[in-house]
């Protein structure tokens, strides 16, 4: 009985799981640097790696009048945030993506792992 459990934790270990990693930004540049740099890593290390999958440009938008107080003319300011977003798949063991992501990750960018069995 001991010996299976040896043979099925060191199984676990080698068991490659789906890793999703789900990039935000505000500012493109960085966003495409750390998914560069995040690919290279993988690639260094021989991994089948999918991506960078470059989704929708979510826009927030805001009108608001210019004139605090109502009077005058109707004037308008319009302000616009966009957000980008990219994916990258990952086929590898666990304690080899946290050496991929212990890259430096660029300031406003948010970095988000999901993992799942194959």
Known sequence: MAKYAEKQGYQEEL???RIRITLTSRNYK???KVCTDLIK?????DLKVKGPVRMPTKTLR???????CGEGTNTWDRFQMRIHKRLIDLHSPVDVVKQITSIGIEPGVEVE???ADV
């Open 41 to 45: 890593g993988a690639k260094e290390k």
């Open 15 to 17: 068991q490659a799981h």
């Open 62 to 68: 805001i009108t608001t009048r210019k004139s605090p």
């Open 30 to 32: 960085n966003l495409e």
């Open 113 to 115: 792992v999901t993992i």
